[in-house]
């Protein structure tokens, strides 16, 4: 899995149908900075709204997952978000010129085809992953559907669908790498049966519905006479029931390519959560009102998370190691109160203190009861968010920052030897006069012990 984000390296457009409008549209991917997310826009309507990847902004669930917001609509959008969810692209914007993303093939293959030909970029920005920690459930007794997120240090998913019939079966797939999306996901076409193609047809959807883009699964004996008005139906010189007992549309790409797809449509609708996840996803005949159903329930954890933690890998290399720091800061012993800065970017730094008995404030800090003074942790965070302000200039050795202002502060949790604290400093405003606004944040593992608002002032050296 990625740790940094990921967007594009220039725009790409695909062209087609949509499954149920029938509507012809253009559909544009444009590289996003980090943390834009995915975003849908409606070039076709006045103003051309956006719509972000929302699972809040669900609207509709009728054979799809579609999405609405400030009067625009997106139709089927699971196909396109799978895709992009397979290939860990984190911000894109999607430009469309009609209600819904092309159908294409009923896959998300073209889709991917389309985005590593615009080929990936890393950005300067970790992936904010929302890790399951303890087991979350979803279930739908009247209809036997279940969901479980368990907790794992990464993201697989397993399905089963068993629709009780002769034909289809139960079937299972499993995704136990995201990187294998592409090559074992990706191409599983979307699916249906017999008897609910007319009912589908006669309810305004699958408008742009075609024998080439579903598989249809034949469950009970066809006379010749329904088949011919299948034929005219979509417009087929005729069409015949295979053995494997489907229409002769398509040949199958996997022997349980149902399953694949309904686990494709699973990645798809909760990317709308918000956020990567890690976790082990279990679902026992899904679909998209219980997936959707099971997004929302991530998202309102996600909220009630009150860490966010920033994630932080020891073993990957710092962005400022401590030799470099001290050419930034002037501090020095007993007073620079960092070992390792391991994120920057326009908006936001992270840095790390390892907190050890051998530091010179425990020798008068309740020596019987070592803890970590709270104000020499809002002076850790200051120092993190120095190096942030002092980046900004091309000569920073010339520089010193002042603190002016500290507001919000709360100490929520002890800080004692042996923890790392990991702390982040967010830029809340523009830099202006050499003022800077930061939101800080202190963690130890997934526990939030400090949170400050700080306001200080970049003064050039005389």
């Given at each position: ?166 034909v289809l079966g139960s079937q299972h797939a499993s995704l136990t790498d995201i990187s294998q999306f592409e090559k074992e996901i990706s191409s599983s076409r979307t699916f249906c049966f017999l008897h609910e193609l007319e009912m589908l047809y006669k309810n305004n959807l699958i408008k742009g519905g075609d024998l080439n883009n579903a598989i249809v699964v034949v469950d009970r004996i066809v006379e010749d006479n329904e088949l011919d008005y299948l034929a005219g139906l979509f417009n087929k010189p005729k069409v015949e029931v295979k053995k494997e007992g489907i229409l002769n549309n398509v040949e199958l790409r996997h022997r349980n390519e149902p399953a694949r797809h309904k686990l494709l449509d699973l990645v798809g609708d909760l990317a709308l959560a918000g956020r990567p996840l890690k976790a082990q996803i279990l679902a026992a005949r899904p679909g998209h009102a219980a997936n959707v159903a099971f997004a929302k329930k991530l998202k309102r954890l ?161």
């Open positions: 899995m990625y740790f940094k984000q990921h967007t594009i390296k220039k725009s790409v457009t695909i062209s087609g149908v949509g499954l149920h409008t029938g509507v012809d549209a253009n559909m544009t991917f444009l590289p996003a900075p980090p943390n834009h997310g995915v975003k849908f826009q409606r070039v076709d309507i006045e103003g051309q709204p956006i719509v972000d990847a929302d699972v809040d902004n669900v609207v509709d669930l009728s054979r799809g997952t579609t999405i609405e917001q400030s009067g625009a609509r997106i139709n089927t959008v699971e196909h396109t978000m799978a895709a992009l969810v397979g290939l860990e692209i984190d911000n894109v914007l999607i430009q469309l010129d009609g209600p819904e993303p092309p159908i294409m093939d009923g896959s998300s293959r073209q889709f991917v085809d389309a985005l590593k030909c615009a080929g990936m970029e890393e950005q300067n920005a970790l992936r904010k992953f929302y890790e399951v920690e303890e087991s979350v459930f979803y279930r739908e007794p009247a209809r036997d559907v279940e969901l479980a997120a368990l907790p794992l240090d990464d993201y697989r998913l397993t399905v089963m669908i068993d629709y009780n019939s002769p996600m909220e009630k998370d009150e860490s966010s933690a920033p994630y932080y890998n020891p073993n990957l290399p710092p962005v400022f190691d401590i030799n470099q720091i001290k050419d930034i800061l002037p501090h020095r012993l007993p007073f620079l109160l960092l070992d390792k800065i391991i994120h920057l970017d326009d908006t936001t730094v992270t840095g790390v203190k390892n907190v050890t008995y051998n530091e010179s404030f425990f020798q008068g800090h309740f020596p019987g009861n070592p803890v970590m003074p709270g104000v020499l942790i809002v002076e850790a965070m200051a120092q993190i968010g120095g190096i942030f302000v002092l980046n900004t200039v091309p000569d920073p050795q010339n520089y010193w920052t002042y603190f002016l202002k500290i507001e919000e502060c709360k100490f929520r949790k002890m800080v004692l030897p042996g923890d790392t604290l990991v702390i982040e400093c967010e830029l809340l405003e523009p830099i202006k006069r050499g003022i800077a606004k930061m939101k800080g944040r202190a963690f130890v593992g997934k526990s939030l012990v400090t949170e400050s608002i700080m306001i200080a002032s970049i003064v050039r050296k005389k």
